[in-house]
């Protein structure tokens, strides 16, 4: 399988939580700070990573640490550049 | 009592199945109340006549084929590029055909759900992105028919996808209570328009009569409908999201 790039997941998150600022989500920003982040968003996000990259996450780990970084631990660090 | 609770002035409506019937008279309606319309349908003809009867506003319309999912997000995108956000949806497209269970083959399900389910359920998936619609808040309205809940010879597609809105709008309105978007449905019996006129001819004499007799009020007019819907999509329903409203004449209480 092709490794994912960090970029282009980045800018999957912020897709599927509509976040329109350009500048505001690294690896490391709290996912469930942000405004645009609801009761809805772990299911939008999980949902998101089994459509597109085929990988199945528990919501309840994602939960823990809402981070992108956590969530590509959650994925498995060896599926990306 | 704020005596604009129940306008819709400078609301931005988008209407599905807008050229003719219930659709049509919604147009009509929404734009004397104040409103923007945005009109969709197949037929140009009678979308052209539709759009000549609305009071003067803001208006755009589109000849489109609501099943072809792919066109939706296009026409979605070019009104609010031209009229601005969306904060009113009505979903009055719909197909009906009197077929009995032996002639309902797979194929007259998936036509009739497209039209009658689907395609709405696309639009609201459309609408409800954030860069499409009003961040004060919104309503979505399917226009689903008492035929959803209750039965008639013949009609096993239509009451089924039918049926399919009144269950849909339920776990959308929970799904866009975070957007401020609230999602209802009307449920009308036989209301007087082209398209029941064709299904009530094709009846024999004796049910059409067993049909009006059924509707203690009388049948249906496209205005009772639309009235009841520009109730739903005005802030003096700010409380309701996920209802199923029953609009029938009496015909569901006997």
Known sequence: MEKIKKEEFVQDIKEVLEVEDDNKITLDTNLADLEEYDSLSVLVIVTMIDKKYGKQISSSDFEKNTTIKSLMELIGKEYFE | MNKNLFNLKNKNIFITGASSG??????????????????VARNKERLEQTFNKLKKGNHIFFVQDITEYDKLEEIVNISVEKIGKISGFVHSAGVDKLLPLKFTEPVI??????????????????????????????????????MGILGQIGKIAYCSSKGAIISGIK?????LVSKKIRVN?????????????????NLSKESREEILNMHPLG???????ANTCAFLLSDASRWITGTNLIVDGGYSAK
């Not at chain 2, 919604?26 to 104040?34: P, V, Y």
Request: net charge negative; with cysteine; charged share 20%.
């Open chain 2, 219 to 225: 049948l249906g007019k496209p205005e009772d409908i």
């Open chain 2, 109 to 146: 399900y998936e036509e009739m759900f497209a039209t009658n389910a689907i395609s709405g359920f696309e639009f609201a998936r459309i609408i409800s992105k954030k860069k499409y619609i009003d961040r004060e808040g919104a309503s979505f309205v399917f226009i689903s028919s008492i």
């Open chain 2, 185 to 201: 449905s009307i449920l009308p019996a036989v209301v007087e328009t082209e398209m029941s006129k064709q299904v009530l001819g």
């Open chain 2, 22 to 39: 219930i659709g049509r008279q919604c147009a009509i309606t929404f734009s004397q109340l104040g409103a923007n319309i945005i009109l």
């Open chain 2, 171 to 175: 776990a959308m309105a929970l799904e």
